[in-house]
Protein backbone atom coordinates (compact mmCIF):
# COMPACT_ATOMS: atom_id res chain seq x y z
CA UNK A 1 0.00 0.00 0.00
CA UNK A 2 1.64 3.54 -1.23
CA UNK A 3 0.95 6.32 1.54
CA UNK A 4 2.51 9.86 1.18
CA UNK A 5 2.77 9.81 4.67
CA UNK A 6 4.82 12.03 6.74
CA UNK A 7 6.89 9.77 8.56
CA UNK A 8 8.85 12.74 10.95
CA UNK A 9 6.04 14.35 12.77
CA UNK A 10 6.48 14.59 16.11
CA UNK A 11 4.11 13.46 18.65
CA UNK A 12 1.99 16.28 20.09
CA UNK A 13 -0.07 16.89 23.11
CA UNK A 14 -3.56 17.86 23.08
CA UNK A 15 -5.01 21.10 24.09
CA UNK A 16 -8.90 20.72 23.29
CA UNK A 17 -10.96 19.33 25.95
CA UNK A 18 -11.10 17.08 28.63
CA UNK A 19 -11.73 13.26 28.95
CA UNK A 20 -14.16 12.13 31.42
CA UNK A 21 -13.18 8.36 31.95
CA UNK A 22 -15.91 6.34 34.09
CA UNK A 23 -14.71 3.63 36.18
CA UNK A 24 -17.05 1.64 38.34
CA UNK A 25 -19.69 4.32 37.72
CA UNK A 26 -17.69 7.28 38.71
CA UNK A 27 -16.53 10.31 36.83
CA UNK A 28 -13.03 11.60 36.90
CA UNK A 29 -11.64 14.16 34.54
CA UNK A 30 -8.00 13.86 33.37
CA UNK A 31 -6.55 15.13 31.25
CA UNK A 32 -6.51 14.47 27.14
CA UNK A 33 -3.75 12.16 26.39
CA UNK A 34 -0.76 13.12 23.62
CA UNK A 35 -1.47 12.70 19.79
CA UNK A 36 0.77 9.47 19.06
CA UNK A 37 3.23 9.78 15.75
CA UNK A 38 1.05 7.30 13.55
CA UNK A 39 -2.09 9.33 14.10
CA UNK A 40 -0.40 12.61 13.82
CA UNK A 41 1.17 10.67 10.32
CA UNK A 42 -2.34 9.76 9.32
CA UNK A 43 -4.04 13.56 9.69
CA UNK A 44 -0.86 14.74 7.99
CA UNK A 45 -0.95 12.52 5.10
CA UNK A 46 -0.96 14.21 1.65
CA UNK A 47 -3.58 12.26 0.01
CA UNK A 48 -5.93 13.31 1.94
CA UNK A 49 -8.41 15.32 -0.06
CA UNK A 50 -8.59 19.41 0.69
CA UNK A 51 -12.59 18.94 1.47
CA UNK A 52 -11.62 16.92 4.41
CA UNK A 53 -8.70 19.10 5.85
CA UNK A 54 -11.02 21.61 5.81
CA UNK A 55 -13.21 20.29 8.00
CA UNK A 56 -9.73 18.81 10.38
CA UNK A 57 -10.69 22.40 12.73
CA UNK A 58 -14.17 21.36 13.50
CA UNK A 59 -13.90 17.59 13.54
CA UNK A 60 -11.00 17.57 15.69
CA UNK A 61 -9.21 14.12 14.14
CA UNK A 62 -6.68 13.35 16.05
CA UNK A 63 -8.12 13.78 19.64
CA UNK A 64 -11.31 12.01 18.27
CA UNK A 65 -8.80 9.07 16.60
CA UNK A 66 -6.83 9.05 20.43
CA UNK A 67 -9.75 9.15 22.13
CA UNK A 68 -10.66 6.02 20.38
CA UNK A 69 -7.75 4.43 20.79
CA UNK A 70 -7.43 3.25 17.22
CA UNK A 71 -3.74 1.88 16.59
CA UNK A 72 -1.34 -0.08 13.60
CA UNK A 73 -2.62 -3.58 12.80
CA UNK A 74 -6.05 -3.00 14.66
CA UNK A 75 -9.14 -4.50 12.76
CA UNK A 76 -12.03 -1.72 12.48
CA UNK A 77 -15.43 -1.85 11.18
CA UNK A 78 -16.84 1.70 9.95
CA UNK A 79 -20.95 1.63 10.02
CA UNK A 80 -22.19 4.42 7.74
CA UNK A 81 -18.93 6.19 6.13
CA UNK A 82 -20.74 9.24 4.16
CA UNK A 83 -17.89 10.42 2.13
CA UNK A 84 -15.47 8.63 3.85
CA UNK A 85 -13.67 11.07 6.04
CA UNK A 86 -12.69 9.10 9.02
CA UNK A 87 -12.22 6.07 6.13
CA UNK A 88 -9.26 7.44 4.92
CA UNK A 89 -7.94 8.44 8.24
CA UNK A 90 -8.25 4.56 10.01
CA UNK A 91 -6.80 3.30 6.93
CA UNK A 92 -3.64 5.18 7.52
CA UNK A 93 -3.46 4.79 11.18
CA UNK A 94 -4.00 0.63 11.30
CA UNK A 95 -1.80 0.93 7.98
CA UNK A 96 -0.92 -2.09 5.59
CA UNK A 97 -1.23 -4.85 8.65
CA UNK A 98 -4.64 -3.35 9.64
CA UNK A 99 -8.07 -3.73 8.06
CA UNK A 100 -10.74 -1.17 7.99
CA UNK A 101 -14.64 -2.78 6.31
CA UNK A 102 -17.00 -0.06 5.39
CA UNK A 103 -20.00 -0.89 6.42
CA UNK A 104 -22.74 0.70 4.25
CA UNK A 105 -26.40 0.80 2.83
CA UNK A 106 -26.23 -1.14 -0.87
CA UNK A 107 -27.08 1.73 -3.18
CA UNK A 108 -30.36 1.78 -4.87
CA UNK A 109 -30.66 1.40 -8.34
CA UNK A 110 -29.41 3.50 -10.91
CA UNK A 111 -27.54 5.65 -8.05
CA UNK A 112 -23.85 6.30 -8.21
CA UNK A 113 -21.78 4.36 -6.33
CA UNK A 114 -20.88 5.56 -2.88
CA UNK A 115 -18.18 7.30 -2.33
CA UNK A 116 -16.40 4.81 -0.04
CA UNK A 117 -15.94 2.50 -3.21
CA UNK A 118 -13.80 4.90 -4.76
CA UNK A 119 -11.47 5.27 -1.68
CA UNK A 120 -11.36 1.09 -1.76
CA UNK A 121 -10.33 0.85 -4.90
CA UNK A 122 -7.64 3.55 -4.43
CA UNK A 123 -4.20 1.53 -3.85
CA UNK A 124 -3.17 4.26 -1.68
CA UNK A 125 -6.27 2.77 1.11
CA UNK A 126 -5.96 -1.16 -0.32
CA UNK A 127 -6.25 -2.32 3.43
CA UNK A 128 -10.26 -0.74 3.03
CA UNK A 129 -13.39 -3.08 1.85
CA UNK A 130 -16.48 -2.24 1.11
CA UNK A 131 -19.80 -4.09 2.70
CA UNK A 132 -22.99 -3.25 1.86
CA UNK A 133 -25.27 -3.94 4.61
CA UNK A 134 -28.77 -3.61 5.63
CA UNK A 135 -29.43 -2.14 8.82
CA UNK A 136 -32.26 -4.29 9.55
CA UNK A 137 -29.92 -7.90 9.17
CA UNK A 138 -26.08 -6.73 9.64
CA UNK A 139 -23.74 -9.43 9.12
CA UNK A 140 -20.29 -7.97 10.77
CA UNK A 141 -17.16 -9.78 10.83
CA UNK A 142 -16.00 -11.47 13.71
CA UNK A 143 -13.17 -11.02 16.37
CA UNK A 144 -12.50 -6.66 15.29
CA UNK A 145 -10.93 -4.24 17.68
CA UNK A 146 -13.19 -1.20 16.69
CA UNK A 147 -16.79 -0.31 15.58
CA UNK A 148 -16.58 3.05 14.95
CA UNK A 149 -19.65 5.31 14.16
CA UNK A 150 -19.57 8.80 13.79
CA UNK A 151 -22.77 11.49 13.43
CA UNK A 152 -24.67 8.45 12.40
CA UNK A 153 -26.30 7.14 15.68
CA UNK A 154 -29.20 8.74 15.91
CA UNK A 155 -30.24 7.76 12.21
CA UNK A 156 -30.60 4.18 13.22
CA UNK A 157 -33.95 5.31 14.77
CA UNK A 158 -34.92 6.87 11.62
CA UNK A 159 -34.46 3.40 9.75
CA UNK A 160 -38.48 1.53 9.52
CA UNK A 161 -38.21 -1.54 10.93
CA UNK A 162 -35.48 -1.66 12.24
CA UNK A 163 -34.52 -3.03 15.70
CA UNK A 164 -31.96 -0.04 17.13
CA UNK A 165 -30.96 -2.36 19.92
CA UNK A 166 -30.22 -5.48 17.56
CA UNK A 167 -27.61 -3.06 15.45
CA UNK A 168 -26.17 -2.81 19.19
CA UNK A 169 -25.93 -6.87 19.77
CA UNK A 170 -24.68 -7.24 16.16
CA UNK A 171 -21.77 -4.83 17.45
CA UNK A 172 -21.15 -6.31 20.22
CA UNK A 173 -20.89 -9.69 18.58
CA UNK A 174 -18.42 -8.57 16.26
CA UNK A 175 -15.76 -7.11 18.58
CA UNK A 176 -13.45 -9.03 20.59
CA UNK A 177 -13.64 -9.40 24.24
CA UNK A 178 -12.10 -5.97 25.16
CA UNK A 179 -13.15 -4.61 21.75
CA UNK A 180 -14.10 -0.55 21.77
CA UNK A 181 -17.79 0.51 19.98
CA UNK A 182 -17.33 4.48 19.79
CA UNK A 183 -20.30 6.73 19.17
CA UNK A 184 -20.03 10.46 18.21
CA UNK A 185 -23.13 12.55 17.59
CA UNK A 186 -24.91 15.41 17.54
CA UNK A 187 -26.64 15.99 20.90
CA UNK A 188 -30.30 16.84 21.42
CA UNK A 189 -31.98 18.73 24.51
CA UNK A 190 -31.35 16.55 27.67
CA UNK A 191 -34.36 14.25 28.44
CA UNK A 192 -35.80 14.77 24.89
CA UNK A 193 -34.75 10.80 23.91
CA UNK A 194 -34.70 10.04 20.47
CA UNK A 195 -37.47 12.76 19.36
CA UNK A 196 -35.42 14.61 17.43
CA UNK A 197 -33.94 11.97 15.50
CA UNK A 198 -35.91 12.60 12.27
CA UNK A 199 -36.56 16.24 12.55
CA UNK A 200 -33.02 17.93 14.14
CA UNK A 201 -30.79 14.69 13.35
CA UNK A 202 -30.05 14.77 16.83
CA UNK A 203 -30.27 12.50 20.19
CA UNK A 204 -29.75 12.44 23.79
CA UNK A 205 -26.60 10.78 25.06
CA UNK A 206 -28.43 9.00 27.39
CA UNK A 207 -30.86 7.55 25.27
CA UNK A 208 -27.29 6.31 23.43
CA UNK A 209 -25.90 5.22 26.68
CA UNK A 210 -28.80 3.32 27.93
CA UNK A 211 -29.51 1.37 24.42
CA UNK A 212 -26.10 0.21 24.22
CA UNK A 213 -25.26 -0.62 27.61
CA UNK A 214 -28.11 -2.83 27.22
CA UNK A 215 -26.42 -4.50 24.49
CA UNK A 216 -24.06 -5.59 27.27
CA UNK A 217 -21.20 -3.07 26.70
CA UNK A 218 -19.77 -0.66 29.75
CA UNK A 219 -19.44 2.59 28.71
CA UNK A 220 -15.57 3.54 29.66
CA UNK A 221 -14.78 6.81 28.46
CA UNK A 222 -16.49 10.29 27.57
CA UNK A 223 -14.79 13.05 25.96
CA UNK A 224 -16.09 16.97 25.91
CA UNK A 225 -13.53 17.47 22.94
CA UNK A 226 -16.15 18.18 20.62
CA UNK A 227 -18.66 20.14 22.82
CA UNK A 228 -20.30 23.20 22.05
CA UNK A 229 -21.73 25.21 24.87
CA UNK A 230 -23.23 27.62 23.06
CA UNK A 231 -25.51 25.72 20.49
CA UNK A 232 -28.85 25.28 21.77
CA UNK A 233 -30.00 22.12 20.80
CA UNK A 234 -32.87 23.33 18.92
CA UNK A 235 -31.53 23.46 15.82
CA UNK A 236 -31.45 20.94 12.85
CA UNK A 237 -27.72 20.07 12.60
CA UNK A 238 -27.90 21.07 8.54
CA UNK A 239 -28.57 24.91 9.44
CA UNK A 240 -26.21 27.25 8.13
CA UNK A 241 -26.19 29.13 11.70
CA UNK A 242 -24.98 26.06 13.33
CA UNK A 243 -24.06 23.45 10.86
CA UNK A 244 -20.05 22.05 11.71
CA UNK A 245 -20.77 23.75 15.05
CA UNK A 246 -22.97 21.45 17.18
CA UNK A 247 -22.84 20.33 20.06
CA UNK A 248 -21.62 17.03 19.84
CA UNK A 249 -20.72 14.02 22.79
CA UNK A 250 -18.17 11.27 22.30
CA UNK A 251 -18.52 7.96 24.36
CA UNK A 252 -16.15 5.03 24.09
CA UNK A 253 -17.84 1.86 25.22
CA UNK A 254 -16.11 -1.97 26.02
CA UNK A 255 -16.58 -5.67 25.34
CA UNK A 256 -16.21 -6.81 28.56
Known amino acids: ?7 TCAAMATTAGLLVVVLGGASTAAAAPAIPQYISAAVADSA ?4 DKQRDAERKPADTLAFAGVKPGE ?3 EIAPGKGYYTRLLSAVVGAKGKVYAATSPPKPDAPAPPVQAIAAD ?5 VSVSFQRAADL ?3 QGVDLVWTSLNYHDFHNIPGVDVGAINRAVFAALKPGGTYLVVDHAAEVGSGARDTNTLHRIDEETV ?10 LVAESDVLRNKADPHTAKVFDAEIKG ?3 QFMLRFKKP
Not at 48 to 51: D, G, L, M
Open 245 to 247: HTD
Open 123 to 127: PHYSN
Open 139 to 141: KLP
Open 1 to 7: MKRAVIA
Open 48 to 51: RPAE
Open 209 to 218: KQEVTAAGFK
Open 75 to 77: TVI
